[in-house]
């Protein structure tokens, strides 16, 4: 498999210490909010792939999608948001970039209604608990239902998938965070592996697969070896998410990648087990002593504490 970690699109100090430790591969979040940058654009990509070469990673992940909302709205304006979307694959298919992690998660993207959960020895993480949410306002969107939902997404699946295909780039979609709907009044449809199941077959291909994030699966209640199993038989396993959480869908937090409710053993050797050569990196790490929690869930302490833990439990799979 291929270790990578979530970064920047510009060195810091995590691209230093992430090589250190052992990491040889990039998952980039593109800068999509800075003023007059089209990160989609070949010469962007271009020249941040060479940055994360010369730094000795190999890009493998962009992570996530560009702005998308008026997709999973079905709002005008759609059209333009997928042509963004085919031109982004298209030169990452150019550039031998392989994989797209993307959500259909419309208005807000992963939430918690906390960021500042104390856990184990006075670490912070972030939590969720839907009880709060219940009398939340609606968002802008009004109520959302879960077969507009499903409609907007054929609509998005039917027109980028043959372009996937053709760029030989690989759509890894993420299923909601939480897995629970609906959240203000917008429908989660993927929150547990049957609708994952269901977006794979919507539109068959070789090109459409899914990221297993085991947080996500572990609060829905799934089998996190299985479902390894389960989509890596029908190579539809394309990223990894290596994270944990104690709890359910209506009220978990996040957990030390040693401290959760999945046996991350048995996770990794199944990984070992099916010959999943895809990247995989650690996600939602606790914030440690000395640092700020400007990042949660993405402080600097937490993601070397997990990439060692990872690494050993691989070396313990491949000698198991």
Request: aromatic share 10%.
């Amino acid at each position: 498999m291929k270790l990578a970690e979530m970064f920047t699109p510009y060195p810091d100090r995590l691209w230093k210490l992430a090589r250190q430790v052992g990491v040889t591969h990039a998952v980039a979040k593109l800068p999509y909010d800075e003023q007059g940058v089209k990160p989609w654009e070949f010469t962007y990509l271009l020249h941040m792939k060479t940055r994360f070469e010369d730094y000795g990673f190999q890009l493998e992940v962009i992570e996530p999608a560009p702005t998308n909302n008026k997709i999973k709205l079905g709002l005008p304006g759609r059209d333009e948001e997928i042509e963004i979307m085919k031109e982004l694959i298209t030169n990452m298919g150019a550039l031998n970039i392989p994989v797209l992690c993307y959500n259909f998660m419309a208005q807000f993207g992963w939430f918690r209604t906390s960021t500042t959960t104390v856990s184990r020895g006075g670490a912070l993480v972030s939590s969720y608990d839907h009880s709060i949410m219940l009398n939340a306002p609606l968002t802008e969107a009004g109520i959302v239902t879960e077969e507009q939902m499903w409609e907007h997404f054929a609509y998005f699946l039917e027109r980028i998938v043959p372009v996937a295909e053709k760029a030989k780039v690989k759509l890894a979609l993420h299923p909601d965070d939480p897995p629970i709907s609906p959240v203000r009044g917008i429908a989660r449809i993927f929150r547990n592996a049957e609708a994952l199941q269901r977006a794979i077959d919507m539109v068959p291909s070789e090109y459409n697969g899914i990221t297993l994030c085991q947080g996500n699966m572990a609060a829905a209640g799934e089998d996190i070896p299985a479902l390894i199993r389960r989509f890596s038989k029908q190579n539809k396993l394309f990223f990894s998410h290596f994270r944990d959480i104690r709890g359910t869908a209506a009220k978990f937090e996040e957990a030390f990648h040693d401290d959760g409710i999945t046996d991350m053993f048995a996770a990794m050797k199944t990984y070992v087990e099916v010959g999943f050569n895809g990247p995989l990196r650690p996600d939602h790490v606790p914030t440690m002593e000395g640092e700020g929690n400007d990042k949660p869930g993405y402080e600097t302490v937490g993601r070397l504490f997990a990439v060692g833990y990872i690494k050993g439990l691989l070396e313990g799979a491949q000698k198991s």
